[in-house]
């Protein structure tokens, strides 16, 4: 014999929130880092955040346009340590091959080559200065817009100076010399710690007539040099390092286009295979319209 409920019990479901997540011992909650060969770094202040506030830029500009005997911007701090002493390790890790030597007699150094592959810190390093946003911060320091990088660093990369070498003052490049490009301006990281101002090789800012300030390579030190027709510089005093160590620094350029922030009519917007016949009416009546009328015209439709 077989019984039958007459009714269905239910049975009470206890709600119980979802457990915390399980916090990592010494490690933000929130924090994007990356490590490289064991080194963490933190990825919100690879820049300097201190750097890219609105008060902070409008200093740096003001210091900037006052600096002698040109335009320039020298900064302490604004890439972290870590990530430089990473880049610095680096150069040891290039191969011969990766080198290109210049012997003038005007110059001795060596850069790295054209579109050589880089070393991950070093390589960190050229994505954030050469993105659109570190793009945008030193537009908003130098009043240079629309400003362009180099990914393959023509005259750029890693640079490094020898016992006895120096560079003989001088005018960057107006052109880049592949692309066209005007250059607008260099920027440079030196790598050199515990510097000592004897050893020579000190960056030397000159007018017309002499050396008018320098800029010792000390590591973390990065200068900004917008380029000019008196933008004239150099290390005349030979590398002379009681030790025998190399000057290094990374630099990468800036550059401009001139018909850049302008619009060109259709050769500035997608062209469709199949226009609408409104889009199609507008473009003859544009084509028979004389430009300061049809400006006129779109000035008083867009009040």
């Not at 919100?44 to 003001?62: C, I, S, T, Y």
């Not at 510089?233 to 350029?253: C, E, F, I, M, N």
């Amino acid at each position: 014999m077989s019984a039958q409920l007459s009714h269905t019990i239910e049975l009470p479901v206890l709600e119980q929130p979802l457990p915390k997540p399980f916090p990592l011992a010494g490690l933000e909650p929130q924090a994007d880092f990356l490590c490289i060969r064991g080194v963490r770094l933190p990825l919100g202040e690879l820049v300097n955040p201190a750097f890219l506030e609105a008060e902070r830029r409008a200093d740096l500009r003001r210091q900037l346009e006052a600096a002698k005997p040109f335009e320039h911007l020298v900064v302490d701090g604004l890439f972290h340590p870590a990530l430089l002493e990473l880049v610095a390790e680096e150069f040891d890790m290039q191969t011969e091959t990766s080198w290109a030597d210049v012997t003038s007699r005007y110059e001795r150094l060596r850069r790295s080559a054209l579109n050589v592959r880089l070393g991950p810190a070093t390589q960190l390093y050229f994505d954030l200065v050469n993105s659109g946003w570190f793009g945008e911060w030193l537009s908003s320091v130098s009043g240079a817009q629309y400003l362009l990088p180099d990914p393959r660093l023509f005259g750029g990369g890693l640079h490094e100076s020898r016992t006895g070498a120096t560079f003989a003052v001088h005018r960057d490049f107006n052109r880049h010399p592949h692309l066209g490009l005007k250059n607008e301006m260099v920027f440079i990281t030196y790598l050199n710690k515990g510097w000592d101002p004897e050893w020579g090789s000190a960056l030397e800012l000159w007018d017309k007539k002499r050396c008018v300030s320098t800029v010792q390579p000390e590591f973390g030190r990065t200068i900004l040099m917008p380029h000019g027709p008196n933008s004239f510089h150099g290390h005349t005093k030979p590398l002379q390092a009681a030790d025998g160590r190399p000057r290094r620094s990374v630099a990468a350029y800036f550059y401009s286009s001139e018909p850049a922030g302008r619009q060109h009519g259709v050769e500035a917007g997608s062209v469709f295979m199949q226009k609408h016949h409104a889009d199609r009416v507008k473009a003859v009546a544009r084509m028979l319209t004389p430009p300061l009328v049809w400006g006129l015209a779109r000035r008083m439709i867009r009040r």
